[in-house]
Every structure is written in structure tokens, then in C-alpha cells.
């Protein structure tokens, strides 16, 4: 008998996994293969951020138009399908995760928002990416300036996401296993 909510589980982890390799790895208008492809190898801002307003600019220039297009089709369908796609998967993850821990209400909530924060500030990093190819030419120096920040804010709650509940439920097992290796037989 499977656990309650395995199911959903499972699902939530099938289909972060499909969206994640299908935008990755397929061809198709919006993934990140025809970005390259349309762009002429360029590589996607949050894919490897510029710290600089004039290097971002460069970027966007060098994307040409057919790339800015790709792009900005991008950011409006596969780059929020792909978040919250990912969504269920982390939230589930990290509540199995702090349901064995039985932490404070404050702590728990605190691990909890971590998968959302990484939605939040990818949907806020879109935005910014959006703002920018839409107004190109045009210089907006305060979201070209702020988007590697964002960018890199939206990396660290992705990889807590992932890291602190895998950590978490790693030490669970860990210290079963050793609990189960002491017991006399």
C-alpha cells in the first residue's frame, strides 16, 4: 500500500522531469535549442548572467531580431510553464522533507516558501527580460542592472529547494538505517 499523496508525487516529479527535458533538449518554438538556433548560439541571460547594463545590451544586440523574438516567445509561455511546472514537484518535496522534521510553525513556513520564492523571482526575472526586449533599442538601466541579481536570487531558492529537503530526508534515512544496524537482534 502506497503512501497518501505518493501518488501526486510521483506525477508532480514526471512532469517537472518532462517539461524540464522537453524545453532543454527538444526543438520546438520557446525551447531553449531554438533560442540558440534563432539567436545564432547566443545564450539566454539567465542562463549565464551579465553583471553589467552594457554587457546585457551586447547580448540582446548580438540575439539580432529573429532572437529577441524567440526570446521574448520564450519568456511568455515555455519560461512559465517551466517554473511552475517545477512548482508541485519542490513543494512537495520540501514538505515531505519538514514534515519529519516537526520544526517550529515560523521554520516550517520559512522552508516551505522556498520553492515559491524560486517561482517568484523567476516569474520577476521574465519580467525584467520582457521590459527589455520590448523596449530594445532603448536603454532601461534599473532592470538591466537588477536582472543578474534576481537571476541569481532565483538560483539560490531553486537550489535550496532541491538541496535542503534531499539533505534533509538523506539524514532521515541515514540515521534509520543506524538506528536499525544498533538494535540487538
Do not use: C, W
Not at 554587457?55 to 526570446?71: F, P, Q, T, V
Not at 526575472?125 to 541579481?149: C, I, K
Request: charged letters at 20%.
Amino acid at each position: 500500500m502506497t503512501r497518501p499523496g505518493t501518488r501526486t508525487f510521483v506525477l508532480a516529479t514526471a512532469v517537472a522531469f518532462l517539461v524540464v527535458f522537453a524545453v532543454h533538449f527538444l526543438d520546438f518554438p520557446g525551447s531553449v535549442p531554438r533560442f540558440r538556433e534563432a539567436s545564432g548560439g547566443g545564450v539566454l541571460l539567465d542562463a549565464s548572467p551579465a553583471f553589467s547594463v552594457d554587457a546585457i545590451y551586447k547580448r540582446l544586440a548580438d540575439y539580432g531580431e529573429e532572437g529577441r523574438r524567440s526570446y521574448s516567445f520564450r519568456n511568455v509561455t515555455v519560461d512559465v510553464i517551466l517554473p511552475l511546472s517545477m512548482l508541485p514537484f519542490l513543494f512537495l518535496l520540501m514538505r515531505s522533507a519538514v514534515t519529519s522534521l516537526r520544526p517550529r510553525r515560523s521554520f516550517r513556513v520559512l522552508l516551505l516558501s522556498v520553492p515559491l520564492a524560486y517561482v517568484l523571482f523567476d516569474l520577476i526575472e521574465n519580467a525584467a527580460v520582457l521590459a527589455l526586449l520590448a523596449n530594445y533599442p532603448r536603454r532601461m538601466d534599473l532592470p538591466a542592472g537588477s536582472l543578474p541579481y534576481v537571476t541569481l536570487v532565483k538560483r539560490v531558492a531553486s537550489l535550496l529547494a532541491i538541496v535542503v529537503p534531499l539533505a534533509i530526508l538523506a539524514t532521515r534515512f541515514l540515521r534509520g538505517r543506524l538506528q536499525k544496524s544498533l538494535r540487538p537482534a
